[in-house]
Each structure stands twice: as structure tokens, then as C-alpha cells.
């Protein structure tokens, strides 16, 4: 087996390129790591979170999670407070300096976003995101059969 041709590595290696890409908007003018990001853009659309849920929504790790979340609190970004269901967790909320950090990135993340599919044909676009889904979907149904 050759590795540069192993369809996994291959796909590691667009997502990677992808997100340093993308992760150059935020890191480079803003100072985000790329999981403080991932947590900004989940609050930003869910309003407020419980901690632990934003393990699977983020697809980072607990322990990304736990250290994104006090990097964040320590700038400012997020609070976090008892869950009125569970003392034991913890409610992550987004300050209003999060809200407005995360309305200054995103016309930039969208430009970049584009840009990149600017390279696809409409179709080719297209197709990518209907073989993205259908893989993942594959890949799902492998994992809940083992």
C-alpha cells in the first residue's frame, strides 16, 4: 500500500490543508486556535450550550474542548454557569465580545470559503458535497454496525 494513494490519508490531508487555509483568517487576525473557533461558531448558532455537548457538535475531544473553553473564558469570550438540570455541568454562553469577534469573521471565512470552492465548476461543487455525505454516511453505518 502506498500512503500518498490511501483514500483516508488523502482526505486527512484536504482537511488539513483546508482548515489551515481557513484557520489563517481567524488565527492570524484574531488569535483564535482553530478549536476556540469551532466552539465560537457552535455558540454562535446554538445561543448557549452545555459543555459536553459541544464535544460532538465541534468534533473535537473533551480535553480540546475543556482547554479551548478556558482559554476562552480567560479572554473574555464565554462564560459558563451551573446547569439549572445538573449541577454537575456547566452552561456555556457566549459574551457580547464573542458575539461581536464572531460577526467580524465570518464575511472572512465565507470569502475563503469561496475562493477555495472558486476552483469547482458548480457541479463539480455539487458532486464533491453529494460523495462528502454519502461517505460519511457509509462510514456512520460502519461504526453503528461494529
Same mark, same amino acid.
Given at each position: 500500500?502506498?500512503?500518498?494513494?490511501?483514500?483516508?490519508?488523502?482526505?486527512?490531508?484536504?482537511?488539513?490543508?483546508?482548515?489551515? $487555509?481557513? #484557520?489563517?483568517?481567524?488565527?492570524?487576525?484574531? @488569535? %483564535?486556535?482553530?478549536? &476556540?473557533?469551532?466552539?465560537?461558531? /457552535?455558540? !454562535?448558532?446554538?445561543?448557549?450550550?452545555?459543555?459536553?455537548?459541544?464535544?460532538?457538535?465541534?468534533?473535537?475531544?473533551?480535553?480540546?474542548? $475543556?482547554? #479551548?473553553?478556558?482559554?476562552?473564558?480567560?479572554? @473574555? %469570550?464565554?462564560?459558563? &454557569?451551573?446547569?439549572?438540570?445538573? /449541577?454537575? !455541568?456547566?452552561?456555556?454562553?457566549?459574551?457580547?465580545?464573542?458575539?461581536?469577534?464572531?460577526?467580524?469573521?465570518?464575511?472572512?471565512?465565507?470569502?475563503?470559503?469561496?475562493?477555495?470552492?472558486?476552483?469547482?465548476?458548480?457541479?463539480?461543487? &455539487?458532486?464533491?458535497?453529494?460523495?462528502?455525505?454519502?461517505?460519511?454516511?457509509?462510514?456512520?453505518?460502519?461504526?453503528?454496525?461494529?
Amino acid at each position: 500500500m502506498k500512503l500518498q494513494a490511501f483514500f483516508p490519508y488523502q482526505l486527512a490531508q484536504l482537511a488539513e490543508a483546508v482548515s489551515r $487555509s481557513v #484557520a489563517s483568517v481567524y488565527a492570524d487576525r484574531f @488569535g %483564535l486556535s482553530r478549536d &476556540e473557533w469551532r466552539i465560537l461558531a /457552535a455558540l !454562535a448558532e446554538q445561543g448557549q450550550m452545555q459543555a459536553s455537548d459541544l464535544v460532538p457538535h465541534t468534533s473535537l475531544d473533551k480535553m480540546q474542548v $475543556s482547554r #479551548a473553553l478556558g482559554r476562552m473564558e480567560t479572554a @473574555g %469570550l464565554i462564560l459558563r &454557569e451551573p446547569s439549572p438540570e445538573d /449541577a454537575r !455541568a456547566r452552561i456555556v454562553k457566549p459574551t457580547a465580545q464573542a458575539r461581536r469577534l464572531y460577526r467580524k469573521i465570518v464575511p472572512m471565512v465565507e470569502e475563503r470559503e469561496a475562493y477555495l470552492l472558486q476552483a469547482l465548476s458548480a457541479s463539480e461543487r &455539487e458532486l464533491l458535497l453529494r460523495a462528502m455525505q454519502t461517505i460519511r454516511t457509509r462510514a456512520m453505518e460502519q461504526d453503528a454496525a461494529q
